[in-house]
T-cell receptor, first 119, second 109 residues
Framework: EAGVAQSPRYKIIEKRQSVAFWCNPI?????LYWYQQILGQGPKLLIQ????????DSQLPKDRFSAERLKGVDSTLKIQPAKLEDSAVYLC?????????????????FGPGTRLLVL | QKEVEQDPGPLSVPEGAIVSLNCTYS??????FMWYRQYSRKGPELLMY????GNKEDGRFTAQVDKSSKYISLFIRDSQPSDSATYLC?????????FGAGTTVTVRA
């Protein structure tokens, strides 16, 4: 079974530039997550999609970050304009989704992440 | 106060030693408790999860949850150099994960 794919793996940009990250979840997974992991910290949820609808974006800095999941499969996360403090690893994860028979938790499978350095 | 507190270490142990990791949390609504392992430049991978107080074993790994004290632990027996990684505790309420900062563990051969 193929895992979660992310690209690019690394990106270096200057502050105020824009950048976009791409994620392809595991086939059949309805739920997709974007996390930000700053060095020395645990991942922090930015946005959660169920199919192509947003479930939770309460921690997404909406003045500069945007995300979309067209057709309920691939997703892109964009930062415009970037700030120095956006330097982090951006992780994408996916899970089967919110299902009544699964209870209230599903295993999330993480991609390798995109390392962003803002200079 | 953070919802999930985890000592970042680092922790260095000799091969064969028992590794003990722990986290505390403040949100009593957390229902599921997980440990993830993250190798350098990789995404986190799920090691173990549990939803009840008590112990759960899986090979060399034991997860322990004490809901009354809001405290969870992970023990790694007979540690190997391949166990060198960052270990993240995570807790969930309705599909939303909250992570600790992670503890970096090095097992010396």
């Amino acid at each position: 079974e193929a895992g979660v794919a992310q690209s690019p793996r690394y990106k270096i940009i200057e502050k105020r530039q824009s950048v976009a990250f791409w994620c392809n979840p595991i086939s059949g997974h309805a739920t997709l997550y974007w996390y930000q992991q700053i060095l020395g910290q645990g991942p922090k949820l930015l946005i959660q999609f169920q199919n192509n609808g947003v479930v939770d974006d309460s921690q997404l800095p909406k003045d500069r970050f945007s995300a979309e999941r067209l057709k309920g499969v691939d997703s892109t996360l964009k930062i415009q304009p970037a700030k120095l403090e956006d330097s982090a690893v951006y992780l994408c994860a996916s899970s089967f989704g919110i299902r009544e028979e699964a209870g209230e938790w599903e295993t999330q499978y993480f991609g390798p992440g995109t390392r962003l350095l803002v200079l | 106060q953070k919802e999930v507190e985890q000592d970042p270490g680092p922790l260095s142990v000799p091969e064969g030693a028992i590794v003990s990791l722990n986290c505390t949390y403040s949100n009593s609504a957390f229902q599921y408790f997980m440990w993830y392992r993250q190798y350098s430049r990789k995404g986190p991978e799920l090691l173990m999860y549990t939803y009840s107080s008590g112990n759960k074993e899986d090979g060399r790994f034991t997860a322990q949850v004490d809901k009354s004290s809001k405290y969870i632990s992970l023990f790694i027996r007979d540690s190997q150099p391949s166990d060198s990684a960052t270990y993240l505790c995570a807790m969930s309420v309705y599909y939303k994960l909250s992570f600790g900062a992670g503890t970096t563990v090095t097992v010396r051969a």
